[in-house]
C-alpha cells in the first residue's frame, strides 16, 4: 500500500516516526549520561531505525525490519527525480548517508539485545563509552536528515 495513495496519514506516520526517533535519542543520551552504554548503543540504533522509516513513509508503510537500509535506498531509487526536482540534489546524498547510518546499527539490536554468542559475550559487555559515544554521532546525524527532509517535504 502506498502511503501517497493515503495522502495525509503518510504525513501523519512520518511525524510519529521523527517522535520516536526522537525520543529514542532522548533515552540513548540519559543512558549514555548514566554510563549504560549498552542501553545508548540499543536506544541509537532504534532513533536511526525511525529515522529511516520516517523518510520512508513519505512514500510507502515501512516495514517492520530493523534494518530498513534496503527500503530506504529503493525509494531514494525511484523517487530521486522527484526528490532532486522538489529539495535539492543535497537530500538524495543525505538519504543515502541515512541509509548508510542504519545499515551500520541495525546489527547493534541483535548485539544489544543477544550479545556475541559464538565469543560468550553478554549484551551488558559489548559495548565501551567510545562504542556507544560514536554511536550517538551517527544518531545525531541520522535523525537531523530524517528531520529536515520531512520538514521541507511537507513544508
Known sequence: MRCEVLGMRSEEEARYRL???RGRLRRALEAHE???????????????????????????VPSWSHD?????????????????????AEFASDLEELASVSEEL???HGRATYGDSERRIPPWEMFSR?????????????LEVAEKFVEKWYG
Do not use: H, M, W
Not at 36 to 57: F, M, P, R, T, W
Not at 68 to 88: D, F, H, M, Y
Open 34 to 60: 548514566r554510563g549504560d552504554y549498552l542501553g545508548c548503543v540499543s536506544e541509537g540504533q532504534l532513533s536511526v531505525e525511525n529515522a529511516a522509516k520516517a523518510v520512508i513513509a513519505v512514500f510507502s
Open 19 to 21: 517522535s520516536l526517533a
Open 106 to 108: 541495525a546489527p547493534e
Open 130 to 142: 567510545e562504542d556507544a559515544g560514536g554511536a550517538l554521532d551517527r544518531v545525531r546525524r541520522a
Open 68 to 88: 530498513p537500509s534496503a527500503e530506504l535506498r529503493e525509494v531514494l531509487t525511484q523517487n530521486r527525480e522527484n526528490i532532486v526536482r522538489k529539495l535539492g
